[in-house]
């Protein structure tokens, strides 16, 4: 069945615990996340053969909680893309939409979702790899809090910015799983004590009484027309649920693509460069002098990577680090400034998710700069490490439609509630 829309790239399964939160439950892991003993390869030709000798942090939870994790989720390579087409094992389709993309990076994760070829699922979100997917493919995505999930095992592709998420056919199911990851981890020096005792689960109530959404503007006027009214629908629901809902502004949010580029290229051009083919990745061979052979090596990576690398190369070296580099830091913390002063007034704040309904397959692959847009709305909450969810909210012609909700740092029971209303 998940032949059809190629939603593994490994299809093996991992027996945790008999008992457990999770037991009976089955999840889809991103293929960039380590499994000890099963082949993870992040979606790349470079770790085509690449075996974790360790579990990440996350999957050893999963293990403990009883889930059995049944294969592992195509991606974008690294993580690198919004649609999972940068895969070098081929795209995976939307099971939602037929046709169209599943959004990415965690492509893989949403569809297996989507499509019942697993319970739950979890996938890494750099700048809306859970929220985007989960958009497109009609599902749940969580992007916790900075700190709030271990990173331990995950491949990293630009460390400041990633997280963990679940996803999942229901908020209340993607909080569970958000239970049973969060925490902290001795093992990740970014964790917090947040989460220790969480349970995300039960702020599931779709109680909305006495709660203020604060609509940027900035989040809603470049959306698709479809995507506006889905969105409005669910903004007059929730209304009418007693919430009180008002416009705000965050006026920095104009720089936040451009500022999350720089910053997530230069990270990966510093985390990448590991993949030599001596440390790790395919060998370049013993051919000629050591940079020839370094250079042979890192050919296993595909042109979004490659990219990325050499504009963060560039974006980091003398004499361009502070015409690019620093401005992008600055970019960042006001955009965390004007999150922080709209958390004043108001509990949480809602957008569309993706300002767009699924792409169709290829139609984004020769406009990079498209694509980066698409992120408008995801990328401005990884820049201020702030906890997101996407929630689906019908469907347009495209396919189905996410709005999703930002809350106040380690503010998940927060979403998690105003996010469970939208299901009412
Ligand atoms: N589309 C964004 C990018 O390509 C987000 C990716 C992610 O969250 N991993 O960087």
């Not at 692959?365 to 906890?387: E, F, K, R, S």
Request: glycine share 12%; aromatic share 8%; charged share 25%.
């Amino acid at each position: 069945m998940s032949a059809d829309y190629n939603i593994f790239v490994t299809e093996e399964t991992i027996e945790g615990e008999s008992d457990g939160p999770l037991a009976d439950r089955t999840v889809a892991v991103k293929d960039n996340i380590s499994t000890e003993g099963v082949r993870t390869t992040c979606g790349s030709e470079m770790l085509d053969d690449y075996v974790p000798p360790y579990d990440a942090t996350v999957v050893e939870e999963l293990k403990q909680a009883g889930a059995t994790i049944v294969g592992k989720a195509n991606m974008d390579e690294f993580g690198m893309g919004s649609t999972t087409e940068t895969s070098a094992f081929g795209p995976t389709e939307n099971p939602a939409a037929p046709g169209r993309v599943p959004g990415g990076s965690s492509g893989g994760s949403a569809a297996a979702v989507a499509a019942g070829e697993a319970d739950l699922a979890l996938g890494s979100d750099t700048g809306g790899s859970v929220r985007n997917p989960a958009a497109f493919c009609g599902v749940v995505g969580i992007k916790p809090t900075y700190g709030l999930v271990s990173r331990y095992g995950l491949v990293a592709y630009a460390n400041s910015l990633e997280q963990i998420g679940p996803l999942a056919p229901t908020v209340a199911e993607a909080a569970e799983l958000l239970d049973v990851i969060s925490g902290p981890d001795e093992n990740d020096a970014t964790t917090r004590q947040e989460g220790a005792e969480s349970d995300y689960a039960s702020a599931a109530t779709g109680d909305l009484d006495g709660t203020t959404i604060g609509v940027p503007t900035e989040l809603v006027e470049g959306a698709d027309e479809g995507v506006r009214e889905r969105f409005e629908d669910a903004l007059d629901d929730l209304r009418a649920q007693g919430a009180t809902v008002e416009d705000v502004s965050l006026p920095s949010i104009e720089h936040a693509v451009e500022a999350y580029y720089v910053i997530a290229m230069s990270e990966a051009s510093s985390n990448l460069a590991r993949f030599d083919g001596v440390r790790f990745g395919t060998s370049g061979g013993f051919e000629g002098n050591w940079n020839e052979a370094f250079s042979r090596s890192r050919e296993a990576f595909g042109e979004e990577v490659k990219r990325r690398i050499l504009l963060g190369t560039y974006a980091l070296s003398a004499g361009y680090h502070d015409k690019y580099y620093k401005q992008a830091q600055d970019a960042r913390a006001w955009v965390k400034q004007d999150f922080d002063e709209a958390f004043e007034s108001v509990d949480v704040l809602a957008s569309p998710t993706m300002p767009v309904p699924p792409f169709e397959q290829g139609e984004s692959l020769d406009d990079p700069l498209q694509m980066y847009l698409a992120d408008a709305n995801t990328v401005p909450v990884n820049l201020a490490d702030l906890p997101a969810i996407s929630v689906p909210a019908g469907e347009v012609d495209g396919g189905p439609v996410g709005i999703q909700f930002v809350g106040p740092a380690f503010g998940e029971d927060e979403i998690i509630r105003v996010g469970s209303a939208v299901e009412n």
